[in-house]
């Protein structure tokens, strides 16, 4: 079982920046691909970004590539993503998940452990 917990969304200005860390405790978090995903209000939940056990591979959805950045720290068992250059469409709940490799990372049913998630707002 992996606990995660998601911080850092809030109120930010379109142009602007917030990193959103993600905390795992419970398990072998360092064995696990890592994504974030969000939801907007109406809208499914979408793939963002993921990362491989090691950090070696990364993947983007087209809409954050070249603007987010997601990272891993094993030795402090957190996950991290950078959002650089908001825009008010990246308004949404953040979620980050954990689950094996070897399933399509863009994909929620390859996760298996979410945490609660995290508000991003981005004004106009």
């Known amino acids: 079982q992996v606990l995660l917990v998601e911080s850092g969304g809030g109120l930010v200005q379109a142009g602007g920046s917030l990193r959103l860390p993600c905390a795992a405790s419970?398990?072998?978090?360092?064995?696990?691909?890592l994504g974030w995903f969000r939801q907007a209000p109406g809208k499914e939940r979408e793939f963002v970004a993921a990362?491989?056990?090691?950090?070696?591979?990364?993947y983007y959805a087209d809409s954050v590539k070249g603007r987010f950045t997601i990272s891993r720290d094993n030795a402090k068992n957190t996950v991290y993503l950078q959002m650089n250059s908001l825009k008010p469409e990246d308004t949404a709940v953040y979620y980050c998940?954990?689950?094996?490799?070897?399933?399509?990372?863009?994909?929620?049913?390859?996760?298996?452990?979410w945490g609660q998630g995290t508000q991003v707002t981005v004004s106009s």
């Open positions: 998940a954990a689950g094996p490799g070897g399933r399509p990372y863009g994909t929620s049913h390859s996760y298996i452990y």
């Open positions: 419970g398990g072998a978090f360092s064995y696990y691909r």
């Open positions: 990362i491989s056990w090691n950090g070696g591979s990364t």
